[in-house]
């Protein structure tokens, strides 16, 4: 028996043969068979927001955006799938918005698409982005769409939240007590493995979990809960690395600073064996690896209790790993020893690709 091998017609085709027009009607037909719904043609996009229902202690609702751009030069290692980039384009800007406290509503995004990107690799594409809006519960209500030399996802998302419920940078105090609802480190392992090793990415079946957080990420909503009971007094996503995230809550409230306990509520277990198997500092790992999209959080010691409480209750996560000092440094505490933190952490513009 012989057997051919048939390529479909579909699979070559481009974005070219669709034009503008023709891709924001694919656009909109994926939207509609996952949702039902349809998007609203006009020259700006509206979402509705009298159903929120206003909390009676609060004098003032605010309306929080974020928008995080991915650009596949950047962001995008080469094992990642048209899915994955697209799942991980929202998934980059929930971060942001869910660890301020804030529940979010809808998202807006602006697709920039190289015009000879294959049709079957864009509705990937824009597959991930939509499960991605549906397993978060956010509405998909427009964008924009050009064209580009490579694929450019800049999404605009917004939630409403009571005033005096915003989780801030600024805000923490001596003695807080240092949070997070992850682990670091796997981040750290998982870019390693993709970007520095000659082997396919398959082989290091030790550390699978390490991969999957790269090509695979989840959020969940500690920020929320803190949010709701008013009990934490700052917060900020890491997904721009530990070390910088921990800065930039420095500049949010100066001379302030931290001591950080090197345990096992910071790290992995499975970055120390990576650190340990192939001789590479497990502190690099942990501080520099990026895009965990864990969230720190800074609590006052009389909340904690309760805090970890309604954490454990939602079936969450909440690791003591620090406090906030009066001095603005980041000191380790490693065992009997006490250094402080050289690492700065990723800066864009700062090298080249």
Same mark, same amino acid.
């Given at each position: ?41 006009? /020259? ?30 950047? /962001? ?8 994955? &980039? ?35 690799? =864009? ?16 509405? %998909? ?15 605009? &998302? ?47 079946? !030790? %550390?699978?979990? @390490? ?28 997904? /721009? ?11 949010? !409230?100066?001379?302030?600073? =931290? ?11 499975? @970055? ?14 942990? =501080? ?22 309604? &954490? ?42």
């Amino acid at each position: 028996m012989v057997c051919f091998l048939m390529t479909s017609n579909n699979n070559k085709k481009e974005l070219r043969d669709l034009g503008e027009t023709g891709i924001i009607n694919l656009i909109e037909e994926l939207i509609y068979k996952k949702t039902k719904k349809h998007l609203i043609r006009d /020259d700006a996009f509206f979402y509705e927001l009298s159903n929120y229902e206003k909390d009676k202690s609060s004098n003032q609702i605010i309306l929080a955006l974020n928008t995080d751009m991915l650009v596949s030069t950047t /962001d995008v290692p080469k094992p990642m799938n048209n899915f994955q &980039i697209g799942f991980k384009s929202v998934i980059m800007n929930l971060s942001d918005i869910l660890v301020k406290g804030v529940k979010p509503k809808a998202i807006l995004i602006s697709l920039g698409l190289p015009f000879d990107l294959k049709i079957h690799e =864009f509705k990937l594409l824009m597959n991930g982005i939509i499960e991605c809006c549906i397993k978060y519960d956010i509405e %998909y209500i427009g964008g924009d769409v050009n064209q580009t030399k490579e694929i450019i996802i800049n999404p605009t &998302i917004f939630g409403v939240q009571e005033k005096n419920r915003i989780l801030y940078r600024k805000g923490m105090k001596t003695g807080d007590i240092l949070v997070t609802n992850g682990k670091f480190g796997l981040t750290g392992v998982g870019f390693d493995i993709l970007l520095k090793k000659q082997k396919p990415f398959e082989s290091f079946k !030790n %550390y699978q979990r @390490a991969i999957n957080s790269i090509l695979n990420p989840e959020l969940s909503f500690e920020g929320l809960v803190l949010s709701k009971h008013k009990l934490a007094s700052a917060s900020i996503d890491s997904s /721009d690395g530990l070390a910088k995230s921990l800065r930039e809550l420095i500049v949010s !409230n100066p001379g302030l600073g =931290f001591e950080i306990k090197m345990d096992d509520n910071i790290m992995d277990n499975e @970055a120390k064996k990576y650190s340990e198997e192939f001789d590479i500092p497990l502190e690099n790992l942990i =501080f520099n690896g990026g895009e965990e999209f864990i969230h720190l959080f800074t609590i006052n010691p009389e909340k904690y209790i309760r805090a970890k409480k309604l &954490i454990q209750e939602s079936k969450g996560t909440l690791l003591k790993i620090g406090t906030v000092i009066d001095d603005s440094e980041i000191y380790i505490m490693n065992k009997d020893k006490k250094y402080n933190l050289k690492i700065k952490g990723y800066e864009h513009f700062t090298q080249s690709f």
